[in-house]
C-alpha cells in the first residue's frame, strides 16, 4: 500500500519496540521517515531501513528538553519541506511498592510520558498550522490510562495525562484540519515488558522470567495472546490516515480485549 507517499511522519522513540514497528509500517507504506529517540541506537534503526531501501532519516532528541524537540521538527521540515504525521511514542516506566517510590521515579515518567507528548503536540501543531494541510498526531498512552495497575501509580497518571492533552488539544485544533488522537496499548512484548515482567514479577513474588507476562496474559487478555508492535502500528497507520478524518480527540485501545471501556 502507498497512502502516504510524499508524506512526512516523525515517531518518537522509534529506535526499538513498539515504535520501530509503527516506523517501519509507515516506511512500507512509502511516506518519508523521521526516525527519533534519546538513544543512539536510532541511528542503527535507520540504517537498517536505509538498507531495506526505505526513504528514512534519523535524529536523536530528548523529548523533554524543549529546544531538542523543536530542533527534531526543524530537521523534518528541512529534510522534507513539511510535517504531516506526528506520533508521540516515546515512553518510560518504572515499577514500585508506595513506600519505594521516590519523586525522582515520579517526575520521570511525568517528564517523559505527559510532558514529553505535549512538547511534541506542540511542535507537531506549529509546524502542521504553518503548512496549511492539516495533519495526524497519534500519542501514546497505555491500558493504564484505562485501569492503574498495581505499583505503577505515577506511571498510569503519566498515561491518563496523556489522554487529557490529547482531548484538550483536539479540540483547539478541530477546524484546522489537524486529528489528535491518542492509543492504549495492552500487553505486547518489547524490552518495556521484559523489565516489568521482571519488576513486577520480584515485587508480586513466586514468578520465574517470563511467567508473569503470561500469565497475565492467559488470564485477562480474551484473545489470550500478547500483543505485537504490529499490532499497534496498524491501528496507528489507520488513524494517520484520510480514513480516519472524521476522528479526533478519541483514545482506542489496542488490546486483544484486555479492558473494553
Ligand atoms: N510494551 C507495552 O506493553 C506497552 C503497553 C502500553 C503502552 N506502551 C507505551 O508504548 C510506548 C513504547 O513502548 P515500548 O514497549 O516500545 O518501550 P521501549 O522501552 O522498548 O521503547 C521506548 C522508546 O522510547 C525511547 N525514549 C525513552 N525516553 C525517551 C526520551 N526522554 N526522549 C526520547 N525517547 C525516549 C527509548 O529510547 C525507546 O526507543 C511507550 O510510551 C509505552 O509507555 C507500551
Known amino acids: 500500500m502507498q497512502r502516504f507517499e510524499g508524506k512526512t511522519v516523525i515517531i518518537t522513540g522509534s529506535g526499538r519496540g513498539i515504535g520501530k514497528e509503527i516506523a517501519l509500517r509507515f516506511a512500507k507504506e512509502k511516506a518519508n521517515v523521521v526516525l527519533s529517540s534519546n538513544e543512539a541506537?536510532?541511528?542503527?534503526?535507520?540504517?537498517?531501513?536505509?538498507?531495506?531501501?526505505?526513504?528514512?532519516?534519523?535524529?536523536?532528541?530528548?523529548?523533554?528538553?524543549?529546544?531538542?524537540?523543536?530542533?527534531?521538527?526543524?530537521?523534518?521540515?528541512?529534510?522534507?519541506?513539511?510535517?504531516?504525521?506526528?506520533?508521540?511514542n516515546a515512553g518510560v516506566i518504572t515499577i514500585a511498592k508506595v513506600e519505594d517510590l521516590t519523586e525522582k521515579e515520579?517526575?520521570?515518567?511525568?517528564?517523559?510520558?505527559?510532558?514529553?507528548?505535549?512538547?511534541?503536540?506542540?511542535?507537531?501543531?506549529?509546524?502542521?498550522?504553518?503548512?496549511?494541510?492539516?495533519?495526524?498526531?497519534?500519542?501514546?498512552?497505555?491500558?493504564q490510562a484505562r485501569d492503574g495497575f498495581i505499583y505503577t501509580p505515577h506511571y498510569a497518571a503519566s498515561k491518563f495525562g496523556v489522554?487529557?492533552?490529547?482531548?484538550?488539544?483536539?479540540?483547539?485544533?478541530?477546524t484546522e484540519s489537524i486529528n489528535i488522537n491518542a492509543i492504549c496499548p495492552g500487553i505486547i512484548d518489547t524490552d518495556m515488558w521484559a523489565y516489568n515482567d521482571s519488576k513486577w514479577g520480584e515485587i508480586l513474588g513466586g514468578y520465574k522470567k517470563g511467567e508473569l507476562m503470561n500469565s497475565w496474559v492467559q488470564q485477562n487478555v480474551p484473545m489470550k495472546r500478547v500483543g505485537t508492535g504490529q499490532d499497534v502500528a496498524a491501528l496507528v497507520s489507520?488513524?494517520?490516515?484520510?480514513?480516519?478524518?472524521?476522528?479526533?480527540?478519541?483514545?482506542?485501545?489496542?488490546?486483544?480485549?484486555?479492558?473494553?471501556?
Open 41 to 88: 541506537l536510532v541511528n542503527d534503526t535507520c540504517k537498517q531501513f536505509k538498507d531495506m531501501g526505505y526513504e528514512a532519516s534519523s535524529f536523536e532528541a530528548d523529548v523533554v528538553d524543549k529546544s531538542n524537540v523543536r530542533e527534531l521538527f526543524d530537521f523534518a521540515e528541512k529534510k522534507y519541506g513539511e510535517v504531516n504525521i506526528s506520533v508521540h
Open 106 to 143: 515520579w517526575d520521570f515518567n511525568l517528564d517523559v510520558n505527559t510532558k514529553g507528548v505535549f512538547l511534541c503536540c506542540q511542535q507537531a501543531i506549529m509546524k502542521m498550522r504553518k503548512n496549511k494541510k492539516g495533519g495526524s498526531i497519534i500519542n501514546m498512552a497505555s491500558g
Open 163 to 174: 489522554m487529557g492533552l490529547t482531548q484538550s488539544l483536539a479540540k483547539e485544533v478541530a
Open 238 to 261: 489507520f488513524l494517520a490516515s484520510d480514513d480516519a478524518n472524521y476522528i479526533t480527540g478519541q483514545t482506542i485501545n489496542v488490546d486483544g480485549g484486555l479492558i473494553m471501556s
